[in-house]
């Protein structure tokens, strides 16, 4: 993709616009198409101390300046705490494009034209700045001021104490903790006081902090001439490779990916190198970009559109061994962003019986099967008998489950402590997951040797009792036997119902039901005549999560969606027009966690999120299939 003046003069829509270039660790390099930093998680060095989580921002940015005669020309973009925007070098920008998943900037000035690019280095949180002088009449001196912090990614650092910077002899290492290499290093030492962070304003959020600025990088180029920095945390004494390997690396890097996702498009392309940003070292899954750790229910939900529609067999293998080490009372832990272990959702550990039948579906592997089969039995044993929050098996073969202060399903934002959807009871997608992984667990105990008589007993009452029970006035209950009995609000969860493997329905009555939640970045949570509908997904913590699943739309059911049309005879043309669309909108080259309810459905959330790229992904491999 690549755009030019008029778009990236308008400061509000350039500014919009995000970038990512990941080091596959859980580290990150990120901003705006403008080259305004609007996020306190924006920066150049994004380090994750304990990978994938522990983000510490470092090098927040290196500030160009372009030295003609007497004449300084700040080409960098800041907005301050009393809304003024200087510098505004964003009024140079010439173009800015993501060619092979490397961000370009072009400035130009008169007749001097400077490009600028970057890249991680892949398993090691090091980071390459390439400033290249494209055309120039005669030399010109090129200055990069080096703004510098060492700060959670979830806060901001408030000037105190000057922090301490060691001089090297090719740059210097700020707090001990990274190091930045380049040329002509002439130390400095200033507050810049008072950044400001649009978006953190809008969400509620503080938006200012002070940076350190730590001298500056100084060389005097020709046409053709290049001014590297290289910016690394951890084994300071090891240098990275240059900053032109480094882009070199990724762009093979996003070429090598198309091969084994068989990536059949530019679209498909884009959406592999999506992927791989996603999956990190361990291996396991960064749930969103900027600030999401890894999550089980969001990795197992993301499972076959992150690693089976992308080739990657043996990481997966990994990642569903690693996962079923953690299943304690017959549940999957959910891994908290703060470090931790949890056990608080009823659907993670059925997505994981989910993600292992589609393993071993595509990928033949028994001897997976054959290994966690023993902590299957656990689950279903413990399910059987009840675990945690209620969660079991109910007389009728269903699951239920609930907990007084608790949301326990995928649907689970909460206010100062209140669920905003408790869905007590059982959920519609609960129980089709049920359903469904129970018929397939069965046929996997066969294949293995195993009697499979209880699955297929249980898989029986199972099915029944769901066909008896959800059908409702409007294609199938969001909750039955719920504290207040059953529950026929309008959601998109019933997709499930008829878009999983073994389905309980094949009903396109369900499907149909559905229309009103359907718009071109997803499904609404909530249809829009509901009184609770919530129009847009912005404001503080608390606004922002009331709307969180009353009517903010999830570009991942469109996955359920779309299997649940091809299921029931309806035909999906079209419904993927504006995701596809939506790549080169605001996450670049990537799908939004969420968006606003009512048109135009402004994206919202992460930009950079695992299951909604890897629903994306996966519709689209369905369509094509078809």
Partial sequence: MQVGPQVLGELDAAAAREWLVTDGLGGYSMGTMAGLETRRYHGLLMVATDPPRGRTLGLVS??????LGDVHIQLATHEWADGTVAPAGYRYLAAFSLLEGVPRWRYQVGPVILEVELAMQHGRPAVGVIHRLVAAPGPVRLELNALCTWRDAHGERAGGGDPHVEITSDGFVFESAYRVRGPGYESGGQWYRGIAHREERARGLNPTEDVWSAGRFVATLERGDVLTVEAWARNLEDSPPPAMQLVNEARARFRQLAAPAQAADPVERL??????????EGPTVVAGYPWFGDWSRDT?????????E?????QGRQLLA???ETVSEGMLANTADAGGTEYNTVDATPWFLHALDRHVTVIGDLDLAAAVFPTVESIIDHHLAGTRFGIRVDDDGLLTQGAEGWALTWMDARVEGVPITPRHGKPVEVN???????????????QLGKDAAVFDQLHAVARSSFRRRYPGPRGLYDVVDGPAGDDGTLRPNQLLAVSLPDAPFDDPAV????DPLLTPLGLRSLEPADPDFRERHRGGPSQRDAAYH??????????PYVEGCLRTGRDPTGVLTGLQAHLLEWGLGSVSETADGSAPHAASGCPFQAWSVAELFRARRLVHRR
């Avoid at 290196?62 to 030295?67: A, F, M, N, T």
Wanted: charged share 10%.
């Fill in 300 to 308: 197992m939900t993301s499972y076959e559109g992150l690693f089976l």
């Fill in 550 to 559: 009353q009517g903010t739309v999830w570009p991942w059911l469109i996955g």
């Fill in 432 to 446: 089709a997951l049920w359903v469904s992984v129970l018929a397939r667990l069965a046929r996997i105990g066969a």
């Fill in 271 to 280: 959406l592999a190198h999506a992927a791989d940003q996603l999956v990190v």
């Fill in 322 to 324: 690693s996962a079923a």
């Fill in 511 to 514: 499907v149909a039901a559905c």
């Fill in 62 to 67: 290196l500030d160009p300046v372009i030295v």
């Fill in 310 to 314: 992308t080739g990657r067999f043996g």
